[in-house]
């Protein structure tokens, strides 16, 4: 079954910096979704990347999906303290099943 | 407000309680999910809904029972659950179901402790 890896599990920045997420596939992805999550909350939707070389920016967050490596960044310029949270990638399940997720990424932002 | 509702918030039962989560979407979409988020895992899926039909059941313990009586509900019967299903319960619903590229919408989940 397909497998996401997300690196790093945690991640502490100092506001203003820059920080980048990584969501690696055990298998070819046809579909990568990039959710955010307060803890104890539902998932937001950010961004869908679908083909290989993709990018996407939403505010000052961008994702890119690199499709030989069956793997996808997401990269926060400047990062300020609403963007702490909970990211997850998700991937389509192969034969059109349901997304599956990785374990997340929780980003602390310090002020 | 995303669209999808989910009640309780929050809900501690013991282990020999019966009780029942909510789920709504107002968003007009055909299919509907349960996901369980545990610490320190990634989500797993457990019941999707396309249509009223489930379509997808993933190995899910028969102390977890899902009803979906029409497209813009769902629940999940709870009885004689473990300690260990204590977690998040989240529901998602998506436009047409289990298919790619079907973005989901999920709900602000249950916050569940079993005693």
């Known amino acids: 079954s397909q497998e996401l890896e997300q690196s790093p599990q945690s991640l502490i920045v100092q506001e203003g910096k820059n920080l980048t997420i990584n969501c690696t596939s055990s298998?070819?992805?046809?579909?990568l979704y990039w959710y955010k999550q307060k803890y104890g909350e539902g998932l937001i939707f950010l961004m869908m990347?679908?083909?290989?070389?993709e990018e996407k920016s939403h505010e000052k967050i961008t994702a890119k999906l690199d499709e030989k490596k069956q793997q996808s960044s997401l990269h926060i310029t400047a990062s300020q303290p609403s963007h702490a949270g909970i990211y997850l990638c998700?991937?389509?399940?192969?034969?059109?099943?349901?997304?599956?997720f990785g374990k997340g990424t929780t980003l602390s932002v310090s002020s | 407000e995303t669209g999808v509702t989910q009640t309780p918030r929050h809900l501690v039962m013991g282990m020999t309680n019966k009780k029942s989560l909510k789920c709504e979407q107002h968003?007009?979409?055909?299919?509907m999910y349960w996901y369980k988020q545990s610490a320190k895992k990634p989500l797993e899926l457990m019941f999707v809904?396309?249509?009223?039909?489930?379509?997808e059941n993933n190995s899910v313990p028969s102390r977890f029972s899902p009803e979906c009586p029409n497209s813009s509900h769902l629940f999940l019967h709870l009885h004689t659950l473990q300690p260990e299903d204590s977690a998040l319960y989240l529901c998602?619903?998506?436009?047409?179901?289990?298919?790619?590229?079907?973005?989901?919408?999920f709900g602000s989940g249950t916050q569940l402790s079993v005693l």
């Open positions: 998602a619903s998506s436009q047409e179901g289990a298919g790619l590229n079907e973005k989901l919408f």
């Open positions: 298998k070819t992805l046809y579909g």
């Open positions: 990347l679908q083909k290989g070389g």
């Open positions: 998700g991937a389509d399940g192969q034969a059109g099943t349901a997304l599956i």
């Open positions: 968003l007009g979409h055909n299919a």
């Open positions: 809904y396309s249509l009223e039909e489930r379509v």
